[in-house]
Structures are given as C-alpha cells and as structure tokens.
C-alpha cells in the first residue's frame, strides 16, 4: 500500500478488483471485528465471476488424469486413518462413514466453494481428534460417545462461523514456515507411528504369521512407491544415472500409476496362493453399502444428550475448530503457494464458513469431520499444473580435458529446470471425484475394498509420514549443519547466518514438533491445535528479540506468499521494518533458481 | 616396445625390471609353451625384493582397520554361500570346510604369494560348481562324492600347474571390461536368486511365521546395508543433501562399519523377546570345532575311488580350472586395477601356480576350494589406499542472481573429487585376517556364528548381488539409451557413436549373461566357465568386424591395465592397428577426471 495513494483511491480499486484489507482504514474501522462478513461477502464478490469458466476450464485431457489420481491420493490415506479410527472409537467410525464423509466435502467444497482447489477429506488428526474423545467419554459411559461428538461438532460449526463472520482468518498470513514445517515434522511422525501401530495390531489380532506377513507387505509397498518416486523423480540414482532420468514430464504420470500400480500389486501379492493365502492377514472391514457401520440411522439422536454433557461438548468443538483453522487455511494455503501461477482468486473466509457447514453436517450424521488436507490439496493443483522442462546450460571456464591436453573447448554442465507455465483452474475434477467416492460406497466397490489388506494402509502411512520428514526444512538444515563446509556452493545463503542461530531456530521448531508428538500419545491428545497454534505468535512476536531480521529473512519464509492468496486474507502481512515480501525465503528462492519448482509428491505433506 | 629399440636391449631391459615378454622374440623363442615356469620364475624374481618391506610397511593404524575390514567382508559371504551348498551337496561341506579353505587359502597366500592383495577364500561359483556335480553323481552313488571331489581337485591342480608352467595366465592381458562386466551380471543375478532360494528354503523348512520372518530381516538387513551405503558414500540423497554427504574420507570407516552394525543389529533382533524369539527361524548349523562336518578323517580316502570315476572326474577338474583361471585372475587384476597407484608388482603366473597347491590340498581335505574373491579383493585394495577429497571448483559465466539483478559476481559449482594418492602394499593384513579366521573355528566363535539367522545371509546375497548388478557398465549403457538426449552432457563420449551400436554391445553381453544364468539352473551348471571364457575369443576376435575401432574404445577398455600387472603378463596386449592402451576406455576415463576414482564397495562384484 504505497503512503503517496489517497485512502479513498485504495478504497476503489480494491473494490474493483474483489480484493479487501483493513490496512488503509483509520479509527474504529480497522476493527476487523466490527466488519462482520466483509471478508466473506469480498470472497464471493471475487470468485463469482470465474464460476463458469471454473466449468468450461475443464475440458481438456489433464482434468480426467487429475480426477483419477486425485481419487486415489485422496481415498488410499483416507482408509489408512479410518482403520485406526475404527479400532479406537469402538468401531463407530468405519469405511462407510470415511467415504460419505469425503464424498460430502468434495461434492460441497467442489460446487461451492471459493477455492475448488482446495481438496477437503478426512485426515490423519482428526482420527486422533476421536479416539482421544473416545478415551476420554468411555470413562464415563461409551453409549453417549455419538451424542458427545454430534455436539463437539455443533459447536465447533459454531466457532467456524463466528472466525468467518469476524474475519479471523486474516491472521493465516502470519503463518511461516516455521510453524508449518513444525507442523509437517509433527504430521509425519505421527504417521509413522500409526503405520508402526497398525503393524503391532496384526500380530495381537492375526497371530505371528499374519504379523511377519503385514511387515512384509507395509514394507515392500514403502519400497515400491518411494523407489519408484525417486526413479521417477530422478533425485536417487548417482549423478551420471540420475541425469538420464530427470525428465520431469513424465512426473504426473510415474506419480499417479505408481501409487496405482504399488496398490495392486501387493494387493494382489496378499492374495498369492500358497503361503501368502493361507496366512489369513486382517483386511479392510466393511459393512452392508450405504448404511452407518454400527446399526443406527444416519442422524445421530443428537437432542437426547444430557445437557451437561452438551456444554462439556463446547471447549472440544472450540479446539476441534482451532484444528481446523490451522490445517484447513494451510492447506488451503499450499494449494496456492506462490510456485502455481493462478490466475483465479481463493477466498478463505467463504471456505471457512462452508467448513462449518460440513462440520455441522458431519457432526450430527456421525461422520469424522472433514477438513483440508495436506499433502492432496497441493498434489490437486501440481497434477493441474502444466510444467515445461527446460534445459539449463551454464557454461564453465573449464577445459574439454581436464589435463589441459586439447584445450581451446570448453565444457558446460547441462541441468533440468522445470518450470510452472500455467494450471487447468477449475471445479470439475474435484467434483468428479466426489461422485467416483459415491461411487465407491456402493457393494461391488465396497467387496474390492475387502480385498486390500490394512498392511497395505501401514505402508501408506510410512510414504506420507516418510515423504512429510524427508522434505522438511527442519532436516534439510539440520543436514547443513552438518556438511562439510569446503563443498557448500558459496552463495548459499545460509552460509551468511552463524551456525548457532541455525541450530537455535531447528531447536525451536523440534521443541514444537516433540511437545505435540508426546501430548499426542496421552489423553490430552486434543490439545496438540493449541500447541500448533502458539508457534505462530511465538514466530511473530518473541523470536525476533532473538534472531536479527537478516536471519529471519534466509530461514523463515511467510507461506502465504501468493498475490491470490493475500487478496483473500486482507492484503500483505504487517512486515518488521523495512522489509518487502519479496526479501523472505532467500534460501528456497535460492533453491528454486537453481533447481527448478519443487514438484509435489503424493508422498509428502510439507510443501 | 618401440621399434626403434634394439631386441638385445629391451631383452636387457626386462631382465634388470623383472618383467618379461615374449613380444620382442624371434621364431621358436616367441612360443610360450616352449619357456617353461618362464613366467614363474620372472613374477618370484619380481617380487623377492619386495618381501622385507612387504612387512616392515604395514605398521600403520590402516593395517588394524583394513584386517577388521577384510574379516567381515570375508567371513559373510563365506558363510552365505556355504550355506546353501551344505543343504546342496548332503551337507559334505559345512561352515569348518569352509572356514578351513579361507583360513588355509589366506594363510598361503599372504604368506607365499606374489601379489598379497588378492583376497583368497570361498566363493558363490564354487558353490554353484559343488552342489552341481553332487546333483550329477547322487544320480549314480552318493557315497563316492567325497573321494570324486577329491580328484576333481587333484586334476584341477595339475592342469593349474601345467596353466602356469607354460605361461598361460598371459592371455589374461586380453579380458576387457566387455567379459568381466557380463560376469559381473551373471554373478549379481546368481546371488539374487541364491538369497531368495535361502528365504524360500526357510518356509519348507520351518514354516510359515519364520518364511516371513526370515524375509523381513533379509530385506531390512539389505536396506540397512544399502541405505548408510549410499548415505555414506553420497549418492543418494537429492543433489542438496549430497553435497552436504560426500565426504569420501568418511567411506572406510562406514563401510566397514555398516556392515558389522547391520549384521550385528539384525542378529540381534532375530533373538528380540517376545513374538521374534518364539518364531524358530534357521541359525547357521554348526558342528564340533576343528572337526569335519560329516564324522569322517579330514584326509580324503581319494585311492579308494573305482579308476572310472577317476578318469571321469578329469573333465570337471579342466572346467574348475577353466573357472579358477577366468575368476581368479580377474579377482587379481582388479584388485590391481590402474586406479590404485601400486609401486609393487604382482606375479599371476606365480599365484595360480600357488592357487593349483590349495586346490589340491583342499581336494584332498574335502574343503570347497578357494579362489580369488571379488569383490573382496579390490576392497582389500581400497581398504588400504589413501585416498584425498580435493574439492573441485567449477567456474561459471553464469551471475549469482539468475534474473541478472545483481550481475557482476559469477557463481562456481562445488564438487568434491577424490584421488587415489598411495596404498599400504603389504602382507600383514591378509595373514592376520587368515588368523582370526582360524580363531573362528574354535568353539566359542562357532557359538556365536550359530546365532546368527540363515536370513541374515539371504541379506547378504542381496546386497552382494545387486551391488554387482547396479554398478554394472551394462546397466549404464541401458540406461544411457533411456535418457532425454539434450540433458546428456555434450562431451559424453558414448553420444559419438550409434545408438544401434550400444544396443548391440548390451545385447551381445546379455545373450552371454542370461545363456549363462539358464545353463547354472541345469544339470549342465558346471559348463558355464566354458560360456565364460568363450566372451574372450568372441570379443577379440569377432566383434571388430561388427564395431569400428573407435566404437569399441568409447564403450570397451582393457581390464589388465595397471602398468605392474602387465609386467607379469608379458607386456600390453597386441592392440589393433593404430591404437595405444591409453585410447581405451574413453567412457570410464571422462567419468573418473569428471567424479573422480570410484571407490569400490562392499557390495559390488564390479569393479
């Protein structure tokens, strides 16, 4: 906002162009709160116009490849999580309840919501979320579990609209990546634990065969999937090999068929005859099509909870929302970072308020409550995403021979680049994944579900919990720390930094990720959204006193950096002084430019 | 040999050097065969001097490391492909005629030999030979195979002898990478298919539970392996993190030490308490310490064999020789391959002369016979060079700031280069490794090795196997022909040749590989060193009519390269028209000044 426009003039060109902010503001209208549903009413304002080409956008090849991986990005971790929830919650939650749940917010989200990119389902943390619930009420009395959670979700469909109407999610701008990769180091141990967890059931309920067997398969499909990812990727062989395969066109392709073809496979390896039959290895649990897992009707009797109960309801629906608002907005966020040349705008208050209408709907029907999810919203907008390989050649000052012995000629380094042209923005292939989840809960599909055995599910979790860690910054610094300094590329903008500030900030963000991981595993599990949350005010308002802005500026990076973005959540964050957004994330700029955009694997929940 | 030389001086010449030729010769003194122990007699005249400081040099710290080293790095496999011949052969040979036969072949070697880094001991081939002539003579008296393997031995001696007294290793000198790449195929397949017949083994024989048992520790023991492996030595990781890995100065230690932490990791967890020490898997069998396996004298009653099977057993031995000449020699010359600076000589003719006195005695004792170790014996080369990491700078004409906003200052690209600066040639290391292995057979080890899981050597199989395979110039080339033409850097040598032409260099090399690995899986096994050695003849002879010079020197090279090698083998190979030993191998040149050395793992058969 440059001081020299007229208050006025902001005022008009930001209602031209659908964008909002209460920065210009003077007095009593800087109150965000006193603004109710400004932010929501600009969301619409801005993306309604683009509705029918959200439609029309969408008939090209790329939207029926980018529905069928999207399907299964979508569906495969979402039944890993949902056969921990069943085990935990007394076998409330099951597959059925898992695809309606997705089913539902992908057909809501995709027909009204702001950002269609966006893709809404179930997740690892609200699985937690339940069966720590679940902990707790069966203390008391398991039968008013139902009831218990039709209210936490009432409630919390309650704070989700009072955070859209005041504008709350405003303050998402704030989030670095600090938090969020604290955030991905947290999510990916977690997983791995569950995978881990999963493996340890298979031996107490099928006996020490079926246990050896499911380790087997969780840890063949890891192989599959993630050597085939590196293959494909080109970042694992040796360097002579890897250059031969670092052609990022055929990504999408290796990225969606691996996870298909490593299904099937050891799906279908479970099923050998012989030994690998006769071992009889839990499978996947399913109940008769279209009807709630446990024999009730899909609304929860709701009404007939104590009201004491209802009000104890209220603080978990208030946490089950802070969840949401950080999960869900970043999500929202890294399925629009700066690296996707979008065109159309998002609108987080809009989707915030549909959040709450799904968490309402979830709530009372006895569904896990859906919300945004990492890694499948970015891995959405990648799979839409037109790249184009370039070819980076930087000529050295180095002769052909290194012995000097035919001088004259002189050698280059030849490099892909890959680079993001433009993305398919649109609202059809969400959709039509919803209707091939509706699908999904039909018999025929259901009985092919039967087929997959949880191991399976176990190895899905130890590619996204492994794909979460391996890409962290947490670990890529903590990798720098300990390289051998000769061989660091000079311009390195870490190397500008004092190694003790380095290990200060990872230290930081670990005490983070350890603190959630250890609440994680008691029955004050639920109040890990707190944890999450304080990261951000602890970033924003102590971590300055102790880190130079300069250090900030290489390590930390606001992960809300898209023009699209920022119009959405009320324009630029307030910056320390003298700083523009464009001097943050020097190290991953650093990185794009040499290396190209960072693709998004399906494998991987930090973007 | 210039011309310009006269023969009188040259002949003078080679007799102060101690090498030997028979190139500068006229009429019937160019004939091999009529100079008997010509040969022989110039690799002990060689060498002699070099005995006192063959000992005096190993007083160094590298001489503990490299025995630790070499004991594990021996001892393994051993044991691994002893097991699976004790089962093959009515379990003749069991881990004492094993232990024997290294202890006894170290002990010779390092005490007699002429090139002391040649590693001696047990290999998968003898293995593969033994059980094969027993699944041949159980077909008429399984009784006769101890004293039938004895004369086998004995003929196999006395064509080795005759091999060396008539100067027949000199035709070593013509193996080119073209054979020795293909064997190194047809070994990492053979081992691959030995670790899973160990796995599949385990379900006939203890059932289900320990079946699957023993394949997740065969496959976490070789990820283990393979992982801190490729950690260590830097090629995995994504070109961030690499640079930040590759260290090479750290590779010695870890390689050494992976292998002793996987193994004793995995040993461990297969007596974990609870469900993995109630699940019965098989353990390494042991037997009476110093003791034959079988209750029987260790002296062979070989005189009291019907004179029939006698004459018969002389084909079998000509094929061992065939094997042993083939196997040996190229253990030994790539143990003295050109990237190892050696000052001291070898002797070929000398040590397969050694190598016909162990193979009878072992006949004799009913012990598998040892031969040279690949890829031992080129580790125990590495283990003991010194080598330096110099970092290599690239300069660039390309600015720090890709979009030119800063100018000026160019960037340089980082890579770290390692060079091979000397080698501890002694004799110390390879006895007192022939020591430990002796003092393995005492009761206490033999203990200790009955803990040890027979999964952990499927493991072994498989990171030996498919080290071999991974590095495997055939792979290479494969992969070369898969790769995106303008990413390939312009100075790589194989892009000045027709891609037909690398087509039918790898065909060539796999009709040889798989004619090989079908043939091993029938009774007609023992031929395969014929199918071997005929790669030699087929290359020298008829691939120059179907590649031009030039073709074969970018993907060929001759594999005895090392100046002190060829001095034993009577001088360079007689090259085609025109060409000079240096203007082979362009390919694996332009690798090493661009890389540097590669260093040779544990774990790859393949120099």
Known sequence: MESGESIERQLQREETRGSYSFDVRRGWRRWRILHPCRGMYYDVKRRLPYYPSDITDAFTYRTIASTIRMYFVNLLPAIAYTLDMYRRTGQFYGINEALFSSALAAVVFSVLGAQPLTIVGVTGLISLFNFTIYDIIVQYDAAIYPQFMAWTGIWAAIFHWLVSVFNACDYMRYVTDFSSESFGMYVGIIYIIKGVEELVNEFGDEGTAAGYLACLIAILYFGTVYGLEHLGSGTTWNPTVRGFLADYAYVVIADTSLWQFATLFWVGFSHFPGNLEATHITRVPVTAPFMPTQSRSWIIDFWNLDVTWVFVA??????????????????????????????????????????????????????????????????????????????????????????????????????????????????????????????????????????????????????????????????????????????????????SIPRRKISLFIFLQMAGVLACVAISHTIAAIGFPVLIILLMPLRILLMPRWFTLRELQVMDDFTADNKVVLESLGGKPALPEGSKVEDWGLERKRSVQMRGVPRQRAGSVHR
Request: charged share 15%.
């Open 314 to 495: 209220l603080p978990f629906g208030f946490l089950l929302m802070l969840l949401f608002y950080y999960d869900h907005n970043v999500s929202s966020i890294t399925a629009q970072a700066r690296q996707y040349p979008l065109k159309k705008p998002g609108g987080f208050h809009w989707d915030f308020f549909l959040l709450g209408c799904t968490t309402f709907v979830a709530g009372i029907l006895g569904l896990p409550m859906p919300n945004g999810l990492v890694p499948q919203a970015p891995v959405h907008t990648d799979s839409l995403t037109i790249y184009e390989t370039d070819l980076r050649i930087i000529p050295t000052s180095e002769p052909v021979n290194g012995d000097g012995s035919s001088g004259g000629d002189t050698r280059d380094i030849r490099r892909p680049i890959v680079r993001a042209k433009a993305v398919v923005e649109q609202r059809m292939t969400h959709f039509l994944m919803g209707l091939l989840l509706i699908g999904t809960m039909t018999g025929p599909f259901l009985t092919v579900l039967h087929t997959m055995p949880a191991a399976v599910f176990a190895g899905v979790f130890f590619v996204v919990g492994w794909g979460s860690i391996e890409s962290n910054g947490i670990l890529q610094k903590f990798l720098f720390l300990h390289a051998e300094a000769r061989f660091v590329q000079r311009d390195e903008p870490l190397l």
